[in-house]
């Protein structure tokens, strides 16, 4: 009985960790995405240039090549990334910056109208 508890205790433990792994690669592909756009820009245009130059001594591999490895680097920059994060033991619902992986709202937000500068302040009288 004891063994059969153990294993089920691993094989728990083996879902949480593959959970956190691919929500950890979900997050930091959206990040990659978003935040890391400036950085995509230089990547694409270091890459175009690789491309122009592997261009005359691989005519057509080099754009191949190129952009072959700048996907799969990223690509694998995410999984190792995700990686770490969950043999760590992080799991995203325990960072700061991600309270909505806690299902909490952002209580330092407060929407504001565009005619509020004009009319938040003014008061009828009868």
């Not at 890391?36 to 591999?61: K, R, Y």
């Not at 992986?101 to 952002?106: C, D, F, T, V, Y």
């Amino acid at each position: 009985m004891t063994v059969s508890q153990s294993q089920m205790l691993n094989q728990s433990d083996y879902g949480l960790m593959l959970k956190s792994f691919l929500l950890w690669t979900g997050i930091l592909t959206i990040c990659l995405l978003i935040i890391g756009f400036p950085v995509g820009i230089l990547i694409v245009t270091v890459g175009s240039l690789l491309a122009m130059a592997l261009h005359s001594v691989l005519p057509g591999v080099g754009i191949l090549l190129v952009a072959g490895s700048v996907i799969g680097i990223q690509v694998l920059g995410v999984l190792v990334g995700a990686a770490i994060l969950t043999f760590k033991g992080v799991h995203p619902s325990n960072v700061s910056w991600l309270p909505w992986m806690r299902g909490e709202a952002n209580p330092q937000h407060e929407s504001t109208y565009a005619a509020c500068p004009l009319t938040c302040e003014v008061t009828t009288s009868k």
